[in-house]
């Protein structure tokens, strides 16, 4: 959902750069969908759940004594089913908060979920078809889009069981097809295109609502996003390096995020915590994905490197799927280990110099001072460096800090698939230069049904 203070070439330039990391990085959407999708249904059962009842019923149980009136059979308000639809239109920033002493900042289904169990929002807080009118997606464009690629998987089947020649671009296109398909099936319920968020109002400064949540005075002003953060904002392992590989991005001015205290919007890019059993099954679905490409192991490539490269391509791209699987069991175990310490610590060191006296240096006094300042000088500044590695958040917000021991890696691990994702892509284009003639033909159908024709 663009912000209150984005222009449409803003909204624009955004769109474009999601598509483009869409083309690129397939993968990459379909985590983001699963955890959003993961999430949404956590919100609809929190909302739906008893727990909520009961917790509202009790805060309006003393307004009901001194009222000195019978509590009504509903409890005294409106019940409001949650669906997915919901869900997904909070999460995506479809209400902001504005509060006495500060103008609105986005909010995500969890903090609103919050703000109704403490009472400072009332249900319901959705109008009759109010996703409908704000949501842009056309059922009957999905079911057409949903039949073109269908009847294109249907051709390149066709071709290959008539021995046609099929190309790299065209087997790149069905693991395209293959990975957005499931990212379109999590993002289903999402609305698309929602231009306008609804404002809620409350008649409470944003201290007292972090005062009431039990929050210290001095960590008032300790929040990235909103000051809402310390209610649902989830920072982990895969999230971070995220963040990471974000502000390399933003130097480049692809910016997907938001900037600015409070965020204008939420970040269409945001990596929600999966589970392990989530987790696998993006790691099934990616398999499958990049399964397509071993297809044309025995292509017929115009020489033999681009045959070379392109199994060096496929075999890099699924060796890092499962590399990343690695890393995620070996944190999952560092994570358990360092959750009896606290999270992931910085110890940073700086240099110092010793005052004693070196019996080897001592009768060059001038020459150890400006050899151990240069020293330091250069210590000092790879120290900086490294920190910069660790944390390149623009704002060095303490909740990114990764470790050089993980971070170094996965850094690797994001260059090398890069250029295996580049080679790929090259690789379909060159391809075209010399194409057999088999690869001009189209599917005979009436060699699968005579009677067609």
């Known amino acids: 959902m663009p912000g209150a203070k984005e222009t449409k070439y803003m909204v624009l330039w955004r769109k474009f750069a999601l598509a483009g990391l869409g083309v690129l990085c397939p993968e990459i959407m379909t985590v983001t969908a699963v955890g959003q999708w993961v999430r949404a249904r956590r919100c609809v059962r929190k909302f739906n759940s008893d727990d909520l009842e009961r917790e509202l019923a009790k805060r309006q149980q003393p307004q009901r004594e001194e009222a000195a009136e019978k509590p009504p059979a509903d409890g005294g308000r409106e019940k409001e089913i949650w669906t997915m639809e919901m869900a997904f ?4 920033g479809g209400f902001r908060l504005r509060t006495r002493n500060q103008d609105s900042f986005p909010l995500d289904a969890q903090q609103l979920y919050h703000l109704v169990e403490q009472g400072y929002v009332t249900q319901p807080l959705f109008r009759p078809q109010l996703i409908d009118d704000k949501n842009k997606v056309d059922v009957l464009l999905r079911v057409i889009i949903l039949c073109q690629i269908s009847w294109f998987l249907v051709g390149v089947i066709g071709r290959w069981a008539q021995h046609l020649f099929v190309t790299t671009a065209e087997l790149t296109t069905v693991s395209f097809i293959l990975c957005s398909a499931v990212t379109a099936g999590f993002w289903w319920n999402k609305p698309a295109d929602v231009v306008m968020a609804e404002i809620i109002h409350v008649d409470v400064d944003t201290e007292e609502i972090l005062k009431n949540a ?5 960590k008032w002003n300790d929040w990235k996003m909103t000051p809402l953060d310390f209610i649902s904002r989830e920072e982990w392992w895969w999230s971070k390096t995220w963040w990471a590989f974000l502000s390399v991005l933003r130097k480049m001015h692809f910016k997907f995020g938001s900037e600015g205290r409070p965020s204008d919007r939420i970040a269409d890019t945001n990596q929600y915590p999966l589970g392990r059993r989530e987790l696998y099954l993006v790691l099934v679905m990616t398999t499958v994905c990049f399964s397509v490409f071993f297809t044309a192991w025995n292509h017929d490539f115009p020489t033999w490197y681009e045959m070379v490269l392109w ?8 060796w890092e799927l ?5 890393i995620f069991e070996i944190l999952e175990v560092w994570n358990g280990l360092q959750r009896r310490s606290g999270s992931w610590r910085h110890q940073s060191s700086s240099p110092t110099v010793s ?5 080897t240096t001592d009768h060059f006094p001038l020459r150890r001072s400006r050899l151990y300042r240069r020293i330091a000088d250069a210590v000092g500044a790879v120290n900086k460096a490294l920190d910069r590695v660790r944390n390149n958040s623009p704002d060095n917000d303490r909740a990114l800090y990764v470790p050089l021991r993980v971070i170094l890696p996965l850094y690797l691990l994001a260059i090398l698939y890069s250029a295996f994702r580049a080679y790929i892509i090259i690789a379909d284009i060159i391809e075209l230069r010399s194409l057999p003639p088999s690869a001009y033909q189209s599917v005979n159908w009436q060699k699968f049904w005579p009677h067609i024709g």
């Open 89 to 92: 239109f909070a999460d995506m």
């Open 355 to 359: 005052n004693s006296p070196n019996p």
């Open 311 to 318: 199994r060096a391509s496929t075999v890099g791209l699924m």
């Open 214 to 218: 039990g929050i210290p005075e001095e």
């Open 322 to 326: 499962y590399m990343c699987l690695v």
